[in-house]
């Protein structure tokens, strides 16, 4: 296998100049739910961060365009130094990271005809949460990383839709087994 050694191109402009801006707002505003969901980690023993940003907005671009995104949106809001820190910056639409195991916990409604709230309403209520449309259109799913952010989640959808507590259920993927041929 070849060992290939590449410079790091510092001042790559991102082609996504919308998304930059967009990602800065988030940056700035640092709200507590929604899209995107920004995930800042601090190495050990180190001043370097690796970044994640899981956005349906990345859906149709390039992995090395949604790096260079992220980078940019961090040196207008932080300044570059800031952005220097950053050692790795990767970015999944919802799907993408449920796929590669990222996103186990699903917040779901779980709606009698006699509940006092509405499939409809809370569909609604999912969606301003910032659940992802691309997994299916008209069926949003709420991922969560961890049990605590599907809970503050529920929280959130229950202030939203009173006397909704009994409609929501968190679940948790355990695996998958992917179906084979029996011998």
Not at 53 to 81: H, K, M
Not at 89 to 104: K, S
Request: charged share 35%; aromatic share 8%; with cysteine.
């Amino acid at each position: 296998m070849p060992r290939i050694k590449r410079e790091v191109e510092l001042e790559v402009k991102p082609k996504f100049s919308s998304l930059v801006e967009q990602l800065a707002d988030e940056l700035r505003n640092n709200r507590a739910y929604g899209q995107p969901v920004i995930e800042e980690m601090r190495l050990p023993r180190t001043d370097a961060l690796r970044v994640t940003v899981i956005w349906d907005n990345w859906e149709g671009v390039p992995f090395e365009d949604r790096s260079n995104t992220i980078l940019q949106a961090y040196e207008d809001v932080e300044g570059r130094g800031f952005r220097e820190r950053i050692v790795l910056a990767t970015a999944f639409t919802f799907p993408e990271a449920y796929e590669v195991g990222m996103l186990p916990y699903q917040v779901l409604p779980l709606v009698r005809k006699d509940d006092p709230v509405s499939v409809e309403k809370c569909v609604e209520a999912m969606v301003e949460e910032g659940a992802s449309l691309l997994f299916a259109p008209d069926e949003p799913q709420l991922r969560f990383a961890k049990r605590e952010e599907a809970e503050a989640c529920v929280k959130r959808l229950v202030k939203r839709l009173p006397k909704s507590e009994p409609v929501w259920a968190i679940t948790r993927d355990v695996g998958r087994i992917e179906p084979r041929a029996l011998d």
